[in-house]
C-alpha cells in the first residue's frame, strides 16, 4: 500500500488557495508527490487534490483536521482528508451476468485495484465459482419481488458486519432503494450497459440495436435514489456498423462494462473523485 495522505478541497474560486495550502503542508515538512487543481468559472467554484509522502511528515494525522482548520474556515473550504495506509473495504454485487465481477476480482488479485474486498453478494448462484477461485465470500441473499426490503435489510447488515466503505454493482441488476443508497452516499459505483443520458433503464442494446445506432457505450456512475441518473464517473464507446448484430453489440458491450467499471473503481479507491452540482471531477 502507498504511504501518502490525499487532500480533497471544494470551495469558493479567490487568490491565494494553493499559496496557503502548499504553505502549510511545507511548514510541515510534507513531500508533495501529486498536486491537481479545477475551477469552474461558471459556478465560481475551485477544487483541489493534493497527494504527500508521509515519511516525514512532521503532523501526525490525527492533529491534522485541528491545525487544518483555520485555514479551511478562512476559505470557507469543504474537505476531506484521506489516509492511503488504510485501504478502503470493497463489497463486489452481482446477478448472473459474471463479467464485471471476474475483471474486478483478477484486478484485484495482480495489485491494479488496492482495496481489500471480504465478500461478494449475489441474488442468483451463478457466480459462486468465482467467488471460490479468488477466495472470496460468497453471499447468496435472493430478492424476491414482494419482500425486497427483507433482502436489503441482510444486505445491510451484512455491509456493517463487515465494515464496507464502498459499494460496486459489477451488472448487480437489482434497483437499490431510497433507504440503501442513503446508507452509503457517494459509495456506490454502479455501470450501465448505456452511454448515458441514451437509452436508460432495461436492455439498452437491445434499444441500440434497434435504433440502429453507429456508436455504443458504457457509464460508470455513482448509484442515487433517481435510477441511472447518479453523478458520472467514466464513459466509453465503440463503433459499430451495419453488420454488427445483437450478439455482437452485447459481446462489444461486455468489454465496455469492464474497463469503464474498473477505472471508476480505481480512481474511487485513489481518492480522486470530487462530486459537485450532480457533476464530478476527476483529477489525473
Given amino acids: 500500500m502507498k504511504n501518502t495522505a490525499v487532500l480533497l478541497i471544494t470551495c469558493p474560486d479567490r487568490k491565494g488557495i494553493v499559496a496557503a495550502?502548499?504553505?502549510?503542508?511545507?511548514?510541515?515538512?510534507?513531500?508533495?508527490?501529486?498536486?491537481d487543481q479545477h475551477q469552474d468559472a461558471e459556478g465560481k467554484l475551485f477544487f483541489m487534490?493534493?497527494?504527500?509522502?508521509?515519511?516525514?511528515?512532521?503532523?501526525?494525522?490525527?492533529?491534522?483536521?485541528?491545525?487544518?482548520?483555520?485555514?479551511?474556515?478562512?476559505?470557507?473550504?469543504?474537505?476531506?482528508?484521506?489516509?492511503?495506509?488504510?485501504?478502503?473495504?470493497?463489497?463486489l454485487f452481482v446477478s448472473k451476468y459474471d463479467h464485471c465481477l471476474m475483471d474486478l476480482l483478477y484486478r484485484h488479485k495482480t495489485g491494479?485495484?488496492?482495496?481489500?474486498?471480504?465478500?461478494?453478494?449475489?441474488?442468483?448462484?451463478?457466480?459462486?465459482?468465482?467467488?471460490?477461485?479468488?477466495?472470496v465470500p460468497f453471499h447468496v441473499i435472493p430478492v424476491p419481488a414482494g419482500d425486497k426490503e427483507a433482502a436489503e435489510r441482510k444486505q445491510l447488515d451484512l455491509l456493517a458486519a463487515e465494515k464496507i466503505d464502498l459499494?460496486?454493482?459489477?451488472?448487480?441488476?437489482?434497483?437499490?432503494s431510497r433507504e440503501f443508497v442513503a446508507r452509503y452516499p457517494q459509495r456506490v459505483i454502479n455501470v450501465h450497459h448505456?452511454?448515458?443520458?441514451?437509452?436508460?433503464?432495461?436492455?439498452?442494446?437491445?434499444?441500440?440495436?434497434?435504433?440502429?445506432?453507429?456508436?455504443?457505450?458504457?457509464?460508470?456512475?455513482?448509484?442515487?435514489?433517481?435510477?441511472?441518473?447518479?453523478p458520472i464517473i467514466e464513459q466509453d464507446v465503440v463503433r459499430i456498423s451495419h453488420r454488427d448484430g445483437l450478439e455482437d453489440?452485447?459481446?462489444?458491450?461486455?468489454?465496455?462494462?469492464?474497463?469503464?467499471?474498473?477505472?471508476?473503481?480505481?480512481?474511487?479507491?485513489?481518492?480522486?473523485?470530487?462530486?459537485?452540482?450532480?457533476?464530478?471531477?476527476?483529477?489525473?
Fill in 112 to 135: 491494479e485495484l488496492l482495496c481489500e474486498i471480504p465478500v461478494i453478494v449475489a441474488n442468483h448462484p451463478d457466480a459462486q465459482k468465482w467467488g471460490d477461485f479468488y477466495g
Fill in 21 to 35: 495550502v502548499a504553505e502549510f503542508l511545507y511548514k510541515h515538512d510534507a513531500n508533495i508527490l501529486h498536486a
Fill in 249 to 284: 453489440l452485447l459481446e462489444k458491450g461486455r468489454d465496455l462494462e469492464k474497463v469503464v467499471l474498473s477505472r471508476a473503481v480505481r480512481w474511487h479507491l485513489d481518492h480522486r473523485i470530487l462530486v459537485y452540482n450532480h457533476k464530478s471531477v476527476i483529477f489525473d
Fill in 194 to 230: 448505456s452511454f448515458l443520458p441514451a437509452f436508460m433503464g432495461a436492455r439498452p442494446y437491445h434499444r441500440a440495436f434497434e435504433r440502429g445506432v453507429k456508436l455504443i457505450g458504457a457509464t460508470s456512475h455513482y448509484a442515487t435514489e433517481d435510477l441511472d441518473e447518479g
Fill in 167 to 176: 459499494v460496486v454493482m459489477a451488472r448487480y441488476m437489482q434497483i437499490l
Fill in 49 to 91: 487534490r493534493v497527494e504527500w509522502d508521509l515519511s516525514g511528515f512532521a503532523l501526525d494525522l490525527a492533529e491534522f483536521s485541528r491545525r487544518f482548520s483555520p485555514l479551511a474556515d478562512r476559505f470557507e473550504m469543504r474537505w476531506r482528508l484521506e489516509d492511503s495506509r488504510n485501504p478502503l473495504r470493497v463489497a
